[in-house]
């Protein structure tokens, strides 16, 4: 009989790997919580209608991406592509801006596209995201962009990019496209099907085209930049002087209008230069349309989402360091050293160390062979003269220093045994 498989596009993460997202998603806690975000869960999946409405229809992710079905009940229903749009909705269903002031929002989950599989590119991925309601400030896309700056470096990537634009708002737009249009028109036949489509209905995403004869096309296209009013020219260069202030290193680039169609005055995304290759971990931008077009007040609003799959990739192609998973491997023999070794273990747990007790039986040296492939730093050993004595045998592996402790010193005197753990962590 055939072997089921995980569905095309799709991906199990294993126990060897489950770390690293652990590791990012802890960083990405602590970071958002100093700067007082509060996450929001919202469902996997939503009415059609909302990503139809808040996306937009000219998109890809509309036009071809969504995972769309009918229920039993026959509602049509799309599995989330996007985090921006359900937590709009949450935010207007829940009336959160009656709370007043500024809601600083995050979330972390799957979401769903159907796209040609590739590395870093999936049908089930995941993302990270802010998203900060009810602020028209530039330093609020200041703020979010520090934030996304200080995950990458916290997380040990120092080499990334991060591209800036401003789309205007919506009569800087209008004025953008007449022009996009005239310039678009002669070329018509050599663009991409899609492109072609576009011209008259949303020529803006021609700009963000993938086809190679279509982004030569595109490279020589009036810049918006030269159609922003005095208010967009304003914010524009209110973000870059903060971001100047804040040391965040960031290069213009007139063409990146994202893939959305809510996005209004800055857009970025930030491109890890992985040896050589780019790979965009994080695009975002501020929507300050978006909240009222979909039936609430107006709310402007900025965010970003993060791919948590490519930023992973990434780090373990770039051989960032891992967490350590555990702090001592338990190794016992000896009918009464294996019992203790269980109440030493749960001991051990409750005094603060991540512990992992081998369960073989085996002989000594194929227990240590194991802990030695753990990763924790450091082995306890266990035999019964050790029982019988209410010891144990510290190695740590690296040195190879061995030791006999009293188990009562690991249990009740863990502070230099943590300060050394900690010490060791940070060398990794
Ligand atoms: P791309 O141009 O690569 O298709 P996008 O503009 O569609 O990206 P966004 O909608 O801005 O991407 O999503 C933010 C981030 O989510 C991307 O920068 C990327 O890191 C990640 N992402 C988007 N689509 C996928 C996918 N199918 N698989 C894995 N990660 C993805
Ligand atoms: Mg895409």
């Known amino acids: 009989m055939s072997l089921i498989q995980a569905v095309r596009g799709t991906r199990d993460i294993l126990p060897g790997e489950s770390s690293d997202w652990q590791r990012v998603e802890a960083a ?11 996450e929001i869960r919202t469902p996997l999946f939503e009415q059609t209608d909302l990503f139809e409405r808040g996306i937009g229809e000219a998109t890809d992710i509309v036009g071809k991406e969504m995972y769309s079905f009918q229920d039993r009940g026959e509602r049509w229903i799309t599995l989330r592509p996007e985090g921006t749009a359900g937590v709009v909705r949450a935010f207007l269903e829940h009336k959160l801006y009656t709370q007043g002031g500024i809601q600083r ?30 602020s028209a400030d530039p330093r609020a896309d200041a703020e979010v962009i520090a ?13 990334w990019k991060l591209d800036l634009n401003s789309v205007g708002d919506l009569e ?12 678009f028109t002669p070329y018509v036949a050599e663009l991409d099907r899609d492109s072609q489509e576009r011209l008259h209905r949303n020529p803006l995403r021609i700009l963000d085209s993938k086809d190679p004869r279509t982004q030569a096309i ?33 290069q213009l680039n007139p063409r990146l209008v994202r893939g959305l169609d809510y996005y209004t005055h800055t857009a970025f995304e930030m491109q890890v230069d992985d040896l050589g290759a780019q790979a965009t971990v994080c695009g975002g931008g501020r929507y300050d349309r978006l909240v009222q077009e979909l039936g609430g007040p107006d709310t402007p609003a900025i965010g970003w989402a993060i791919g ?17 998973t555990i702090d001592f491997y338990l190794v016992a023999k000896g009918t009464n050293a294996e019992a203790q070794a269980l109440t030493l273990s749960h001991g051990l747990r409750q005094a603060g160390f991540a512990v992992e007790l081998d369960l073989s039986g085996s002989a000594f040296g194929k227990q240590l062979k194991r802990a030695d492939r753990s990763g924790a730093p450091a082995c306890l050993i266990m035999g019964d003269a050790e029982a019988e004595a ?39």
Not at 31 to 36: D, E, S
Not at 406 to 415: I, Y
């Open 28 to 38: 990405a806690r602590t970071l958002l919580a100093r700067a007082g975000y509060q």
């Open 390 to 428: 209410k010891t144990v045998q510290l190695k740590w592996l690296a040195s190879g220093e061995q030791q006999a402790v009293a188990q009562s010193d690991l249990l009740h005197q863990t502070e230099a045994l943590q300060q050394r753990l900690a010490a060791l962590r940070e060398k990794r």
């Open 218 to 250: 595109a490279q020589e296209a009036p810049s918006i930049l030269d159609y922003l009013g005095a208010d967009s020219q304003r914010h524009f260069e209110q973000v870059q002087q903060y971001l100047s202030n804040l040391s965040i290193p960031y």
């Open 105 to 134: 929002l995050w979330y972390t989950g799957p979401m769903f596209r159907y796209e040609r599989p590739q590395a870093g590119r999936q049908r089930q991925f995941h993302q990270l995201g802010v998203e900060v309601l009810g």
């Open 308 to 324: 948590l799959e490519r930023l992973i990739l990434l780090l373990q192609q770039l051989h960032l360091p891992l967490l350590a």
């Open 147 to 159: 934030i996304a700056s200080d995950l990458l470096k916290t997380l040990g990537l120092s080499r």
């Open 172 to 183: 800087d737009r209008q004025r953008y496209r007449e022009k996009l249009v005239a310039y």
